[in-house]
């Protein structure tokens, strides 16, 4: 059963800890991405699922087996390496059959398989050169080629797509998701680019100096973030986060007032009972509606500057206040520097950040 | 663009792409500067195939050809190879009848002595480096610097208690000592070079290598391995041209049969009373330079890989 469960593992080097009490279980064909910043402990916690590291306290297990102890070569998992780790000497077909000769089958069979793969892959012109003299999306796929020619208890890719052109990205995006999805293995990629997580994950896994901040389905992790981390992290352009003080909560309505302006926003009983004034409110930029009069559930504001994205703009806008928000209007609308904006938010979308920085939901 | 391959690429001397060829100038100029180095090497070529008497001669004779009278006869000699026949078997007095100078020998124990002990330092010496590069001891650093320090005394000072050593165990003019000594002393260089070459390598690799399958072993010889060949060949020739022209240990250390070129040359040319016999000595020079030449012509593609490893980033 290919199934990964990791136990409150953790990794420390020395005083610094890479990965603090992550626990993380992939089902069998599941695929779960590691999200995070750079030097989150992402790859470490990819490394400690491999064996490439071991673990200082916690459980690894995979397949049902314990695997703490275990060498990486007896672990049978299969990795792809952030730059391939293709073997320079041997050729592209012999680097694929690498992970077949501890198996035990006759050459044919070794054959067979590598061509299968290489078919898959699109490889089977390039079989007989050396990885130096092949393209840096060819080498991409005869990586991923190596890893899935045998049948290992699981895959693991670390940042897969970080080398390649954007083209290149989107089209290796969709033929690694669907290898994946005719494979059913229990999958881990690590990635610190959250298009490539929200589109090949099943679930996200969004982690931040060592420890893990939310785990959800990408729908979860963009509509309902954890805490002001995973608000800020998820989603492009970057959420609105506004300090801000509540100064009053009535029947699901709370006022609140930063730097001077008192607005109206609906929201949850929860917020009614937070012990500390102190909150932060959470608005995605695609969460405004522009209105025409200044009224209490609007955010009164001035365009200040305007980037067209192609099917929509974004405009920048400052608040009385001097806070900065982000706003996404549909291309129709036109926007010009200096206007006045009533930006009403969607209290749907609308997000408050107690002073602790965790979401207070229902 | 039209691909030129001239004779000289074909031999494997390669420019970078992009870069332009240089000018007739430049390269003449190159020219001259590398006569001045090569020049030595040149005379010694030319008075090898001279009798003693035009070896001596002043103003020096260096022109093997008159061509077709172009060369006043003052600087023109009559080429013979006498001297070549002279360093096999040569009468060791005068009037005496020709004999066996032994240098068939002297050859035999060089090529062996060097080749041998240099590709022992090259079996450990690699393995001990790839030890230090992946599997680092505590104080990993000190020993290297220890394994250093046995290169930093001048042979000068370590060659008494060496020859008391040797006398005691039996070992002096032995072929076993000797090739013995010549891998204790490359073995730092060995060590240092190979363990600069494994740490380049990427990590990522083995750590492929090992999720495939393979143990510590088979990661080495299958995956590491592979990508030090030019290391290899590198580290070969610069070692091999040590022991090749290493001269006071061998005096020292070899006995009558076991004794190398370089010994044997001081010897040749010193007796006689007769003086120094140059057209002899320049060809032993000439035969000398031979093996070398041809190890480091055959292995110069992996030598440039292996001396500019790592300068360039993936």
Known sequence: ?362 | MAEVTSIWEKLGFRKASGVSEAGWGQTLFAGLISLIYFLPVLLIIITSFKLQTEALSIPPKFMPTNLFGLIPDAYVFSPTLENYTSVFSRAMTSGGVAENTGFDRYFFNSIMIASVSVLLALVIGTLAAFGFSRYPLKGNDTYLFVILTTRMLPAIVVIIPIILMFRVAGLSGSYLGIIMLYTAFNLPFTIWMMKSFFDELSLDVEDAARLDGSSGLKVFFKICLPQVLAGLAATFVFGLILTWNEFLFALLLTGIDTRTVPVAMSQAVAGGGIGVLWGLLAAIETLFLIPVFFVTFFLQDHLLRGVTFGTVKR
């Open chain 1, 1 to 362: 059963m290919s199934t990964i469960e990791l136990k409150q593992a953790t990794k420390k080097y020395g005083d610094f800890v890479a990965a603090r009490d992550v626990d993380l279980s992939v089902k069998k064909g599941e695929v779960v991405c590691l999200l995070g910043p750079s030097g989150c402990g992402k790859t470490t916690t990819l490394r400690m699922i491999a064996g490439l590291e071991r673990i200082t306290s916690g459980e690894v297990i995979v397949a049902g087996q314990r695997m703490n102890d275990l060498p990486p070569e007896k672990r049978d998992i299969a990795m792809v390496f952030q730059f391939y780790a293709l073997y320079p000497a041997l050729t592209v077909g012999e680097n694929i059959a690498m992970p077949l000769h501890h198996e035990k089958i006759s050459a044919t069979e070794m054959k067979t398989r590598v061509d299968k793969v290489a078919e898959i892959l699109h490889l089977g012109s390039v079989l007989n050169r050396l990885p130096g003299q092949v393209s840096e999306g060819e080498k991409q796929r005869v990586a991923v080629a190596r890893a899935i020619v045998r049948d290992p208890n699981c895959f693991l890719f670390d940042e897969p797509l970080s080398r390649l052109d954007v083209e290149l990205r989107h089209s290796m995006r969709g033929q690694i998701k669907q290898v994946l999805s005719n494979l059913s293995k229990a999958t881990v990629i690590v990635t610190h680019d959250q298009l490539e997580a929200l589109t090949m994950a099943d679930r996200i896994a969004i982690m931040k100096d060592g420890i893990i901040e939310q785990v959800g389905t990408p729908h979860e992790v963009f509509a309902k973030p954890a805490n002001v981390f995973v608000g800020s992290f998820i989603g492009t352009p970057q959420m609105n986060l506004v300090e801000a003080k509540l100064s009053d909560f009535d029947k699901g309505k709370a006022v609140v007032s930063f730097n001077g302006q008192d607005i109206e926003i609906t929201t949850n009983e929860r917020v009614g009972k937070l012990s500390s004034p102190k909150i932060t409110i959470g608005i995605r930029p695609r969460a405004f509606t522009a209105e025409s009069k200044a009224n209490k559930e609007n955010i009164q504001a001035v365009a200040e500057l305007i980037e067209p994205m192609g099917a929509e703009t974004l405009v920048h806008a400052r608040t009385k206040g001097g806070n900065d928000i982000r706003v996404v209007v549909p291309r129709e609308k036109r926007v010009k520097v200096g206007e006045a904006l009533h930006l009403r938010p969607d209290a749907a979308q609308t997000h408050v950040f107690g002073e602790d920085g965790k979401a207070v939901r229902l």
